[in-house]
């Protein structure tokens, strides 16, 4: 093989990955399975997108080999090639912020509602945790607390907290976290709690970050 042969084939290759990430709709659709395996039909939900057009882009990253698919009866389920995606995912996301500046202002007025929900960060979480000065609980779907979950959380999707509001302590800091940075759902739950006169907190870093800290249950 010619060096200009090996270069073309090697980058061709590496340039395949990028191809597959440069749709922002095929990059939700990889932020959405760092969370677990999904179906079509829930990815569709997930991204607002028709069924026909989330396995066209779907099918676009299965040739990347950036996701894998496995049947379950009459469903297919899609899953991540591996935790390198969601390293390279996370990667990006970093590279972004650094790059564009009012990624990060837009983020902090969606979601932390112009400083309006009080955060508390990993460290401090972990802190508070194991002291018993805090209740944590995942406001992702069940589902993917059951796939994975950070060590202690207590399982309440986001949409059903309120009927468990009863059941969560008013002399305990209740924090809250979901998917990640860019995810609301935490940000619902803690506006929820506060209305409720709990002491609620968010916390930004989901199980990607969790799983760095080396804590993951």
Known sequence: ME???????????????SKALSSPKRVELVDYLTQGPKTVERLSAETNMSTANTSKHLQ???EARVVTFHKEKNYVYYSLADDHVAGLLHTIKHLAEMQFSDITHVRKDY???NERIHMVDL???MTQLRNGEAVLIDVRPEDEYINEH???ARSIPVQN???????LPKD??????CRGPYCAFATQAVEMLLINGFEAYRMEEGIH?????????
């Open 111 to 113: 979601i932390d509602r």
């Open 172 to 177: 305990k800091k209740i924090i809250a976290y």
């Open 60 to 62: 676009s990253l299965l």
């Open 3 to 17: 060096p200009r042969e090996f270069k073309s084939y090697v980058y061709g290759h590496f340039a395949r990955i």
């Open 161 to 167: 907290l309120k009927e468990h509001l009863s059941s």
């Open 123 to 125: 460290k401090e979480m």
């Open 209 to 217: 970050e969790w799983k760095e800290a080396g804590s993951i249950h």
């Open 150 to 152: 950070i060590d202690g």
